[in-house]
């Protein structure tokens, strides 16, 4: 019996065939490289160094956050007002008071749009940029699948340092039901897998553990991987700190560069950070998980992935509001947010990181406009809907304030300059300087974009 999500359950079966939608990330094929693009055109803007990936699981519902309808009909318009921002002409959500002395650093997408509509289908989009050929709840994770982005992100692009891991993801795995797909470098190989952190920062004493090199034992001669392996597998501490990875041959080497590198372990240290800025944060997994994103960027991390809940609802869990969607966004989920991610800018802001950072917002869709009240789910809920939802970026050359399309009257449709995950993620490769066209091959052979849409460039300065 499965426990995902009842709702928008496909009833069509999933086969191998549908799920042939595989590339690989290889050098080979790059189209435009990115020196041989800035020598051509000088006056191009800096491309960002970091991208921090914040996926919001659940799908928050755009019509009670960002894109607010306050004159469309009752049912639709919901239960919040909208509230002034410091961008003139501009309004969130009341219970974003904190978000509205910020928003104006941020561009908004108001027009993304696809037709997945289950939750691992969808997210799975999200997190690659490339839709499956179903939508099916049961999308399993196989190597036929596109990687993760910071994997290719890590192919193509990696850290300037080698001991600074490429991408890093945290605190949770997602799953509804299964695993999520999308979250790991699939047929990439698992040495382009994130280092995943399955560890809650906001536990007290939180950090990276140490590999204890034995008496007389120097880190240059620990060279054997064999004997490394058996090093470390006598650690469980280690061992357990990455459950992704236990077992692993490029395990054991992450580890020894780990350990090499004094400035990831510091990076783990969170106690060398003001209670003061800790508590701003939010003493929450989500607020503590964002504090330690900043710090692993400014370490050198090219690609971070914060997760905001390992299921898609629920106490624990993300933005699936069926039922009581109002009280679970004033209760829960809009006072989290509104208390982490305005503190977050801020933050990287004053830090000189937000200018070379790529901050994107983003669920896996949006709610329906319709208020809903199901004998499932309950009263005054929103149901999925892929057809029109909100997405944010920040920083890293982004024009501040900047809208991209709007939704009709109601937040059903895209109005105008509709765009899918697909120009998502070419907008996230291009700004980090990869092209988006860059031409790779999958488990067949063929030849395939790392994204096949198109960059979003008029968000940027």
Not at 151 to 170: C, E, K
Not at 181 to 194: E, I, R, T
Not at 254 to 273: H, W, Y
Not at 405 to 415: E, L, M, N, Q, T
């Amino acid at each position: 019996m499965t426990i995902a999500c009842g709702d928008f359950q496909a009833t069509s079966r999933m086969s191998r065939r549908c799920l042939l939608r595989a590339g690989t990330a290889g050098l080979a094929g790059l189209a435009l490289p990115s020196l041989l693009r800035a020598a051509a055109n000088p006056g191009a803007r800096a491309p960002a160094k970091h991208i921090l990936f914040l996926h919001q699981f659940g799908g928050p519902s755009h019509l009670d956050t960002f894109d607010m309808k306050p004159d469309a009909p009752d049912g639709i318009r919901g239960e919040f007002s909208p509230i002034a921002t410091n961008q003139p002409d501009l309004r969130v959500s009341e219970h974003l008071p904190r978000f509205a002395t910020v928003v104006d650093r941020f561009a908004q997408i108001r027009s993304v749009h696809h037709k997945m509509r289950n939750h691992n289908s969808a997210t799975y989009y999200s997190l690659t940029g490339h839709a499956p050929l179903l939508d099916d709840i049961r999308l399993r994770d196989t190597q036929e699948l596109y990687p993760a982005y910071g994997s290719t992100v890590a192919r193509l692009a990696p850290s300037d340092d080698p001991a600074i891991p490429s991408f890093m993801a945290f605190p949770h795995v997602m799953r509804d039901g299964s695993v999520t797909p999308g979250q790991h470098a699939s047929f990439l190989g698992k040495a382009y897998d994130p280092f995943f952190i399955g560890q809650d920062p906001n536990r007290k004493n939180f950090r990276l553990p140490e590999l204890t090199l034995p008496d007389k034992l120097s880190l240059d001669r620990l060279d054997d991987r064999r004997g490394l392996q058996r090093l470390i597998d006598s650690q469980t501490d280690l061992m357990s700190w990455s459950e992704t990875a236990q077992g692993i041959d490029a395990f054991y080497d992450r580890a020894l560069t780990m350990l090499a590198s004094p400035r990831v372990k510091r990076a783990f240290d969170l106690s060398e950070e003001p209670d003061r800025l800790r508590d701003e944060y939010g003493r929450t997994t989500y607020g503590q998980s964002c504090l330690l994103a900043r710090r692993l960027l400014e370490a050198g991390v090219r690609f971070v992935s914060v997760y905001f809940s390992p299921t898609i609802g629920g106490p624990k869990g993300g933005w699936d509001t069926h039922g009581d969607n109002f009280n679970q966004l004033k209760n829960k989920l809009l006072p989290m947010t509104d208390q982490t991610v305005p503190t977050l800018i801020r933050d990287m802001a004053a830090r000189g990181l937000l200018d070379e950072t790529l901050i994107v917002w983003m669920g896996e869709f949006g709610r329906t406009p319709r208020v809903t009240n199901t004998k499932q789910f309950g009263p005054d809920g929103r149901d999925h809907w892929p057809n029109c939802y909100t997405v944010l970026m920040a920083g890293g050359g982004i024009t501040p304030g900047a809208i991209h399309g709007a939704s009709d009257r109601i937040g059903a449709y895209p109005a105008i300059d509709a765009v899918t995950p697909d120009d998502v993620a070419a907008t996230m490769f291009w700004a980090l300087g990869i092209d988006p066209a860059t031409e790779v091959r999958d488990t067949l052979g063929r030849p395939l974009p790392i994204a096949a849409g198109q960059p979003i460039t008029s968000i940027f300065s």
